[in-house]
């Protein structure tokens, strides 16, 4: 279909050469390049025959690699191509010398008539062979006609063409509606058989003839006309041509094509331009289109809004650990709770991975916290997805327009920035923007920089730091936490909580983590010679690290090349991974301990805590995070909290490590309710390595 509307479309074209006044010569070259456009061929001729000397001269040679040529001084033999009638040739016996002559391998020969003799032909060949379509063939066929009518015009000095036969053949088997109206006299002097049988041509055609027909006074587009027909349902392109009728009065060509077909793709591609097609939304054109309305609208009538920049925390570990099929099941899910919050319904948008822009328009303003609670709750519960039950949360920054900026761009990335500042508050909270964070922006911008570079060195500029770990029983120091800091010469000494989300953000964390657990094995074993063979070193695994395809694989290499004992090296993971999958961490957890390490629960109680999981999970170690202690001396609810969890590790056979210990009361109690060991300020801050033996080891 799409074929037979650019034959179509190019032979309208080619009709409105029929009435130009220049030269054969020059009319025929545009005609041929117009060929060559549609069929793509290597190259055209226009032949003479010259009946006297019974040869035929080459008076038009087009070849889409070379300008075209008057070739009028070269001849050429009587050719069994040339026919008197259109005819397709290969190459075969006996079109093989003709075609060689031509360098072509296949082509299609036409006659043109002047005065009923085969005085030229048409000859459109291709080097290489190839089978033309009946549609290619019928338009060779109307264009040598459309030459035909031309060059006998020429000849005979008439206003058009001899007779009314040719051109009637033409329009009737073009495929589209055709109308030759005068204006002047409102009449239709010529219909073709579409228009004629066609209701819905008919419909079009007289729609289009009384738009232009208005007594003596007329206008005809000079572009298509989008017509519809609303008993068909179809939609037509209508063009419209001044054309000399055959006995010379002027005339208008109306020809119809239906284009409905097209306009349903170019609805379509519409849609895909403007929607993500993974979860419906719209996508981030259409936000920056639709934001930049609402703000101008916004300014107009001294109003506010806001826009919402949502990103997912830790969604990468969703896909590597449950794969894309979960990871998409997540974005669909969020889609449609963002939609069904009160105030953004048709103000969605996501924006590209897991980033998610939303729209307060000025009208909804007042439903801002309302909006902010909603959002920040739907992401407080777990996800169930496909047959799995996991946790994603997100962070959110929040930006006023017009209030912080009224550039589409530039509010978009103001809200990036308060979303980032977000996440540097410890993640699942939302918040403002403010020249602060605008600042603190430009802050990220040059640790990110100094962070890559300082990866590709080799991670040199990072430091381990350790932290004593003490037994309660003995007061003695049996083992530590290994931390890591950067020392950047560009920028100072900056603290894990600044760079430790941004190279998570970043995907750096696996390089970093990797240098970190090599480091720290390799001065575990330097200590088990040099002062106490069961000196334990615990090592971070980031959450990127431990979901890495061959994790335990890599690690095991990783501790078989620093030769340290692997049962002194404990390996901390969080608890929000070791709930999110627990098939696949379990089986990690079951491989890591093969190699013989010890695994320890970090953070515990800070998640999504359930003491199912410490039964299902093989740990050594339950480490309780700073937050549950730090009210212990007055609090009842964390003594009984710690209590629980202290009698619970004595009967699955797990230690039990308190972390965060400030003072000489909050140790003393905690020994009474038997931890194992404690972990905190009160003994020592993080300290370099020669410190931390000098002071507990020496």
């Not at 009737?172 to 066609?198: P, R, Y």
């Not at 909580?497 to 074993?525: H, N």
């Amino acid at each position: 279909m799409l074929a037979n509307l650019q034959s179509k479309n190019q032979i309208m074209k080619i009709i409105q050469c029929m009435d130009d006044e220049r030269t054969f010569y020059e009319i025929a070259v545009d005609i041929l390049k117009y060929m060559e456009e549609y069929l793509n061929t290597s190259h055209a001729y226009i032949l003479q025959k010259n009946f006297q000397q019974k040869n035929y001269n080459v008076i038009i040679k087009y070849d889409r690699d070379e300008l075209y040529e008057d070739l009028t001084t070269i001849d050429v033999p009587e050719l069994k191509i040339c026919g008197n009638s259109l005819v397709y040739v290969e190459d075969t016996e006996e079109y093989a010398k003709d075609l060689q002559l031509f360098g072509a391998a296949c082509g299609i020969i036409a006659p043109i008539y002047i005065n009923n003799a085969a005085v030229l032909h048409l000859l459109i060949l291709e080097k290489c062979t190839r089978k033309f379509t009946d549609t290619e063939l019928e338009y060779v066929e109307n264009v040598s006609l459309i030459l035909q009518a031309i060059a006998q015009k020429k000849v005979t000095d008439r206003s058009m063409i001899s007779t009314n036969s040719v051109l009637q053949s033409i329009l009737t088997n073009i495929g589209s509606g055709i109308l030759v109206c005068d204006v002047e006299q409102n009449t239709v002097l010529f219909k073709n058989t579409v228009a004629e049988f066609s209701e819905e041509n008919i419909r079009v055609l007289s729609d289009a003839m009384k738009s232009i027909m208005s007594g003596k006074e007329y206008l005809v587009p000079k572009r298509p006309v989008e017509f519809f027909d609303a008993e068909s349902g179809l939609w037509f392109d209508v063009s419209f041509s001044r054309l000399q009728w055959i006995d010379g009065r002027e005339v208008v060509l109306i020809s119809s094509n239906d284009v409905t077909l097209k306009k349903k793709n170019s609805t379509r591609n519409a849609f895909q331009a403007q929607n993500d097609f993974l979860t419906g939304l719209y996508n981030r054109m259409k936000c920056e289109i639709d934001l930049k309305k609402t703000v101008e609208q916004a300014i107009k009538n001294n109003q506010k809004g806001a826009v919402l920049f949502i990103d997912m925390d830790n969604f990468k570990n969703i896909n590597d650990s449950l794969g894309h099929d979960y990871g998409d099941a997540l974005l669909k899910e969020i889609g449609t709770i963002l939609q069904g919050i009160p105030g953004l319904r048709n103000h969605c948008y996501r924006m590209g991975g897991d980033e998610f822009v939303a729209i307060v328009t000025p009208e909804n303003l007042g439903l801002l916290k309302k909006i902010l609670t909603n959002i920040t709750t739907s992401f407080n519960k777990p996800w169930y997805l496909i047959d799995s039950e996991c946790y994603c949360t997100m962070s959110m920054g929040v930006v006023i327009f017009p209030e912080n900026g009224t550039d589409v761009n530039s509010l978009i990335k103001k809200a990036d920035i308060a979303m980032y500042e977000a996440k540097r508050s410890g993640k699942n909270c939302y918040a403002y923007y403010s020249e602060q964070a605008n600042d603190s922006s430009y802050r990220r911008l040059e640790v990110e920089s100094s962070m890559r570079q300082a990866v590709e060195a080799s991670c040199e500029e990072f430091v381990v730091f350790y932290q004593p770990i003490i037994d309660t029983c003995t007061n003695l120091c049996t083992g530590c936490e290994s931390l890591v800091r950067w020392d950047s010469k560009s920028l100072g000494f900056i603290g894990p909580g600044e760079f430790i989300p941004l190279a998570e953000y970043l995907g750096l964390i696996t390089d970093i983590g990797d240098f970190v657990l090599e480091t720290a094995c390799r001065q575990c074993k330097e200590w088990n010679e040099k002062y106490n063979p069961d000196f334990r070193v615990n090592v971070n695994l980031s959450v990127v690290q431990l979901l890495q395809q061959n994790v335990v694989k890599h690690i095991s290499e990783l501790i078989l090349s620093t030769g340290v004992n692997p049962a002194n090296i404990t390996l901390e993971i969080t608890e929000n991974l070791a709930i999110n999958d627990m098939e696949r961490v379990t089986a990690i957890i079951s491989g890591l301990k093969k190699i013989g390490v010890k695994i320890a629960l970090d953070d515990f109680g800070t998640g999504y805590s359930s003491l199912n999981y410490i039964k299902q999970l093989d740990f050594d170690v339950i480490k309780i995070d700073k937050s549950f202690v730090d009210e212990i001396l007055t609090d009842d609810y964390e003594k009984a909290f710690v209590k629980l969890i202290v009698d619970l590790s004595r009967q699955i056979g797990v230690k039990l490590c308190v972390e965060g210990i400030e003072s000489r009361e909050q140790y003393e109690l905690l020994r009474n309710l038997q931890a194992d060991s404690i972990q905190g300020y009160y003994f020592s801050k993080p300290i370099p390595a020669k410190d931390f033996e000098e002071k507990f080891l020496g």
